[in-house]
T-cell receptor, first 115, second 111 residues
Framework: AQKITQTQPGMFVQEKEAVTLDCTYD???????LFWYKQPSSGEMIFLIY??????QNATEGRYSLNFQKARKSANLVISASQLGDSAMYFC????????????FGAGTRLTVKP | DAGVIQSPRHEVTEMGQEVTLRCKPI?????LFWYRQTMMRGLELLIY????????DSGMPEDRFSAKMPNASFSTLKIQPSEPRDSAVYFC?????????FGSGTRLTVV
């Protein structure tokens, strides 16, 4: 069974600084996808970034980058130049290949950006 | 595209009543998922469909919960009878290949 672990219930970062949100996963499937979602206080789930298990390079999307370390089974999210609007819950998720196409989520990390 | 559309946005009902949550996925997406989010349990997958067929309903908490997808553009999640512990935000999401697109969710309160 797949499992997603986010060990940081809460994180604080100073505005304009970079922050790393940790995520480790467990799967025996060689084909899988890793995702990060942002959930602001308004409640919607916003897709941020995706990394495929066979991708050679770390994914980047604007200020978001994914530090993918396959051997360690980690997929940390790096947010550069934090903004006040980045304050939200962040969820790491994984979707395996093969017949199982459901996505499982970690418990989330609440990020607070301080001015 | 208008995205994944869920209705209602908020629902308050009395214990014992039937509740029906609705979802319209993005056109062309062949997967549809129902999740429940609570403070205690986080995001839980309840059930998902592929091409309108239920694939995995192992996350449905009990027989009071049922879900249908009569066609590619509509799905319902029904709770009958509802209980206070069903209070949560229920998300619908649809997908084609990789990531999911989530609806805005339905906040259900059972009193």
């Amino acid at each position: 069974a797949q499992k997603i672990t986010q060990t940081q219930p809460g994180m604080f970062v100073q505005e304009k600084e970079a922050v790393t949100l940790d995520c480790t996963y467990d799967t025996s499937d060689p084909s899988y996808g890793l995702f990060w979602y942002k959930q602001p206080s308004s409640g919607e789930m916003i897709f941020l970034i995706y990394q495929g298990s066979y991708d050679q390079q770390n994914a980047t999307e604007g200020r978001y980058s994914l530090n993918f370390q396959k051997a360690r089974k980690s997929a940390n999210l790096v947010i550069s130049a934090s903004q006040l609007g980045d304050s939200a819950m962040y969820f790491c998720a994984m979707r395996e290949g093969g017949d199982n196409n459901d996505m499982r989520f970690g418990a989330g990390t609440r990020l607070t950006v301080k001015p | 595209d208008a995205g994944v559309i869920q209705s209602p946005r908020h629902e308050v009902t009395e214990m014992g009543q039937e509740v029906t949550l609705r979802c319209k996925p993005i056109s062309g997406h062949d997967y549809l998922f129902w999740y429940r989010q609570t403070m205690m349990r986080g995001l839980e997958l309840l059930i998902y469909f592929n091409n309108n067929v239920p694939i995995d309903d192992s996350g449905m908490p009990e027989d009071r919960f049922s879900a249908k997808m009569p066609n590619a553009s509509f799905s319902t999640l029904k709770i009958q009878p509802s209980e206070p512990r069903d209070s949560a935000v229920y998300f619908c999401a649809s997908s084609l290949y990789t990531g999911y697109t989530f609806g805005s969710g339905t906040r259900l309160t059972v009193v």
